[in-house]
Protein backbone atom coordinates (compact mmCIF):
# COMPACT_ATOMS: atom_id res chain seq x y z
CA UNK A 1 0.00 0.00 0.00
CA UNK A 2 1.17 3.24 -0.44
CA UNK A 3 -0.17 6.51 0.98
CA UNK A 4 0.51 9.98 -0.94
CA UNK A 5 2.61 12.92 1.11
CA UNK A 6 0.72 15.29 -0.49
CA UNK A 7 0.10 18.45 1.81
CA UNK A 8 -3.04 19.18 3.03
CA UNK A 9 -4.73 22.21 3.49
CA UNK A 10 -5.21 22.23 7.14
CA UNK A 11 -1.30 21.32 7.19
CA UNK A 12 -0.36 24.93 5.80
CA UNK A 13 1.03 27.18 7.69
CA UNK A 14 -1.48 30.25 7.85
CA UNK A 15 0.28 32.19 10.67
CA UNK A 16 -2.38 34.34 12.83
CA UNK A 17 -5.86 34.85 12.13
CA UNK A 18 -8.37 37.42 13.29
CA UNK A 19 -11.83 35.97 14.25
CA UNK A 20 -14.80 36.91 12.03
CA UNK A 21 -15.98 40.54 13.16
CA UNK A 22 -19.05 39.21 14.17
CA UNK A 23 -17.78 37.27 16.80
CA UNK A 24 -15.11 40.22 17.59
CA UNK A 25 -18.30 42.43 18.23
CA UNK A 26 -19.97 39.43 20.58
CA UNK A 27 -16.64 39.74 22.54
CA UNK A 28 -16.07 42.85 22.84
CA UNK A 29 -19.49 43.64 24.01
CA UNK A 30 -20.21 46.47 26.88
CA UNK A 31 -20.53 43.84 29.41
CA UNK A 32 -23.72 44.99 32.57
CA UNK A 33 -21.64 46.59 35.82
CA UNK A 34 -21.22 44.12 38.61
CA UNK A 35 -22.36 44.77 41.63
CA UNK A 36 -21.96 44.49 45.26
CA UNK A 37 -23.39 45.51 48.26
CA UNK A 38 -22.50 45.80 51.74
CA UNK A 39 -23.95 42.96 54.34
CA UNK A 40 -26.19 46.15 55.57
CA UNK A 41 -27.15 46.98 52.64
CA UNK A 42 -26.30 50.46 52.82
CA UNK A 43 -23.16 50.81 50.16
CA UNK A 44 -23.25 49.70 46.66
CA UNK A 45 -20.63 49.26 44.71
CA UNK A 46 -20.77 49.50 40.55
CA UNK A 47 -17.76 48.13 38.85
CA UNK A 48 -16.99 47.75 34.78
CA UNK A 49 -15.65 44.34 34.54
CA UNK A 50 -12.54 44.40 31.64
CA UNK A 51 -12.87 41.16 30.51
CA UNK A 52 -9.81 41.31 28.42
CA UNK A 53 -7.29 43.11 30.33
CA UNK A 54 -3.74 44.36 27.88
CA UNK A 55 -0.73 42.21 28.74
CA UNK A 56 1.03 44.98 30.38
CA UNK A 57 -1.52 45.22 33.00
CA UNK A 58 -1.61 41.13 33.40
CA UNK A 59 2.16 41.50 33.82
CA UNK A 60 2.37 44.34 36.51
CA UNK A 61 2.56 44.48 40.29
CA UNK A 62 -1.03 42.64 41.44
CA UNK A 63 -2.28 42.30 45.15
CA UNK A 64 -4.25 38.90 45.69
CA UNK A 65 -7.98 40.23 47.81
CA UNK A 66 -10.53 38.11 48.83
CA UNK A 67 -10.14 35.71 46.12
CA UNK A 68 -9.33 39.19 43.13
CA UNK A 69 -6.52 40.42 41.38
CA UNK A 70 -6.04 44.20 42.52
CA UNK A 71 -3.65 46.29 40.51
CA UNK A 72 -1.70 48.56 43.33
CA UNK A 73 -1.33 51.31 40.69
CA UNK A 74 -4.80 52.27 39.54
Known amino acids: T???QEPVASQEATGWQQPPADIMEVLHAPQLPWVW?????????????VLYPPLAELAGPMHKLAGMRVNPTL
Open 2 to 4: TYA
Open 37 to 49: TSPTGEVLLLADP
